[in-house]
């Protein structure tokens, strides 16, 4: 029987050709997304924990400190711990050439007299004429490159390799070439190697070295010995060893990552209404079938078990063609992930083939299967449950599907309310994971409440349509109210996905606003000098004596330093930013949120305590008077909490406290941001800030590699920053909308499909074949305003979540609730537009349907 | 007054093997005039029905409605003919099963771009004409089978149409309610003096009618005035 069951199903796959094609896309393009994220993620993180081993060469430890680096003469005290055979410090930089294309260089200061026995540099000997090019690296002007750089600058042995610094621009000479393998390789070879002393001298390290490679003795426990080291060595300084530095690269790109992942559960979340869809209207369009194959003797279950059977197949296709787009995409996710983790965390990774992961595909498969089971799930029990006799009866006789029971409404809005009730009033303890169950909640009591909905929307419609648009309005209407499973699964599809849009976007505007109110109260330098075109960065700073230039430039009163960096602090890391305080507080209002203002000012600029940020001391249970200690390169820093501000630098909470404390304690003249405040006539002029930053670029042009913005431009920078930072998650959801497209364009050929003795009646009876098409398109417009009204209550629902429950849990604090109008404005003849584009192929097959057929259609 | 004129008329289907189901029909149709055609499975009945209203297309002769020609007009254009002068009514019926009686009968009026506000009102009276003033907002699924065809002739006639084509009106329906259409159209035809051409089976729906036209393997057999018996 299962044979015969399946032939009849392999006849409807034919004959219903471009059907079933829409559906395996749904499902693939859905698992496509998601093999492509978890693929791209894994490949990251590789491709990063590479990066960390190449660089590590044969090292066994690694000693690291915070961004601000400890003291070489920890070097000393560890080479001298027993046990361990060599020892070597290393700084490094994510540089910028001073070629016209300003690329990235990783720069590597290694000490090159001990190097080599930690590191391989095969060096490509050809055309050389240095004897020995770690020797040659003596020379304070001598650099090192790959073969990849070299070739891709042209460059040979002693040509000259400008490099903008923090002492200005330098030029170095390359004294070797070294192949594109081993170290070669990190970086996809944009990697220079230089001496660690003059790296410390051009890159403003001080005395200060980024950490220590070393390999034990032979004899040696690495446990053991990184052990003694530990007991040897200040507090504050990690030993590790290097696969274990991954970890920690992992957790700085965890929120990019986890972001992305959910973005694409939605894309096949969107997949199992197209399913819903495809098998409902399967069961509707086959209902004689059912009818007949139940007349001659097939079991209910028989029945059931052939459309699941179908689902099955379709899923199964569906998946593995979504493995293999999935593997496609995720070069190109990697490639994006890559740049956001360069240029926001400053890691930077090295290239390598998308990393298959068989567990993955199987998940994924998986999870594309059970989706299309699960969606086809319900419609075969309504194909079990279809009474025979009925099903052998005339269309017309067919009950009008029910709505929607009373029960099912209330079960909605109970799910809805429970969801909003547990946003509001939930506590932070309860985990993220469990937390995410309250958009569930809503979203399910929405999609339970939607068929209503979408009766009512299009009950209220029906007037002004039929006012505008005639008879072929009214048909449409009744079309959609008339099956209720058909609109919610299409309605469905698209309420999930522009909801995902809109809450995106929604979250990203509450933040940027929120950003700029923060901004507006406490960044007011006139000009900000930043080092990356991101917010920081991570390994290169400026130095003091830029500072002193720019404050020498006409027009300026004052410059102020600021140095930033995350430091570890309970388990996690925080945000420490130090700066001339005195300055600020003349300029700024009263910016203390929690705390007495005039005794924190004094308290801070005496070096006496520092600022928190709210978010800082609601993730840790802080309040003022409390201690912060954090382990510096020379002692224990820990000073009380004077004041609490609202802050949004970090999402892992920041400190503010005096730069005379940050030199004396981490002995760090670096310098993250120049802040500029120009003389009081230039402040009153309009065109006083350009002009100034006109003069500074002048100064700066070709020495240094420096972003200037004036006070608007910075706040406008980081708006777009943000932008930037979700833009993966833009694509992501654009897909589910693409999905849910592919769902209008199933659910409108499934409607004509279904309508076609009605389509066939209404020609016969007079209807012009432009009417025909016009009632299509118009279908497809009224679930497209039923979409987006839908969309929209869902979008703020998981906008709400976004801005109370995750930014809590993610950042510490909640943001206000921000849901643009025009944003809707704008999706609103978007989504008609992708809507009627989608209708209008099932519009053409409702136009050209053969009349006398389709009257003797069953 | 001739309403209805086949000159010559053929249809055949198939590619290579092409099938005949009409060959050669002449036939002239007066108006006012009630004429039942009759004949076996597969004698042509549907397919001379579908080329009077103008759903399919001779593959050679002429057709004249009410004398235009509906072989050179293009498909709005017989659309509009069958929408303003040909009333049809079926065995199944074929209402929209989304539509009020209202609703239904008032569609062809406003298919024909007439408002709401103007077709509904005449839409009633004509429900009122056939019977079912009292079921004015239901829905077919709510109704019999011989309401149905009520409805489905209310709609037939909303434009008061010189030509009406009936196929197997009582087909779907007891002899009892059968016999209540076939009334229901001759007092409807009292009224309205429209041509009737009716696709029957059925061997009492004959005497309603004043002609007997018989098909057979695609060509017109036996033509007969008949006694009206009714």
Redesign the interface.
Known sequence: MIGALGQVTFQQWRAHRLRTLLTIIGISLGVAVLFAVRTANVTLLSSLTLTVEKLAGKATLQVVGDEGGFPESVCETVKDVPGVHVAQPVIEVLANTAFADEGTLLIVGVDMLGDRELREYQFDEEGSEIADPLVALAQPDSILVSRTFADKYDLEDGDKLPLYTSQGRREFVVRGIFKPEGIGKVFDGQIAVMDVFNAQYVFNRGRNIDRIDLMNEADVDVDQLAKRIRAAIPGGIEVTPPTARGEGIEKAVSAMRIGMLIASFIALLVGVFIIFNTFNIAVNQRWKEIGVLRAIGVERRNVQLMFLAESVMMGMIGSLLGIALGYLLAVGAERLMSEVAAKIFSYVATQQPPVFRWDYAITSFALGTVTSLIGAWLPSRAATNLDPALALH???????EAVLGRGRLLLGLALIATGLLCVAFAPLRVSLDYQFVYPLLMLSGLILVLPKMAELVARILRPFL?RLF??EA??AV??M??SPRRTTATVGALMIGLSFVFSTASYVQSYQRTVSQWMGRFINADLIISTSEMARSRTYHFSEELGRQIAAIPGIKRVENVRFLFMPYAEDSIAVVSFEMDGWFARVNDPIDVGDSNEARQQLLAGKGILASRNLTTRYGLSIGDTITLQTPTRPFQLPIVGIIDDYTSEKGSIFFDRKLYLDYWRDSSVDMIDVNLEDSLRQDPAGAVLVRDRIQQVLRGQHRAFIYTNTEYRKWVLDLIDGFFVINYMQTAVAVVIAALGIVNTLIISVTERR??I??????????R?IGRMVLLEATIMAIVGVISGTLAGMMNTLFLVRTAASMVGGFTLPFHFPISLIIIALPLTILVSLLAAWWPARKAVNLN??DA?GYE | MRMIELVDVSRSYGGLTKVAALSNINLTIGAGERVAVMGPSGSGKSTFL?LV?G??QPTAGTILIDGVDIGILD??SR??L???RIG?I?Q????????TAI?NV???L????MS?RVAEPRAVAMLKRVGLGGRLDH???QLSGGE?QRMAIA??LIFEPPLLLADEPTGNLDSQTGDEILDLLDQLHGELNMTILLVTHNEEAIRFCDRLVRLRDGRVVNDEKMERGR
């Open positions: 005339n269309i017309e006789t067919r009950q009008r039929d005639g008879t009214v048909l009744e079309s109210i008339q003795r009605e066939g009646v209404l020609r016969a009876v007079g209807g012009l074949r009417q009349v006398v009257i | 579908n209203c759903l399919d498909d709005d659309t509009r069958r929408r303003e049809m079926f199944t019926f074929n209402l929209l099963p989304t539509l609703e008032a569609l062809p406003r298919l024909n771009g709401r829905r077919p699924d149905r709609r037939a």
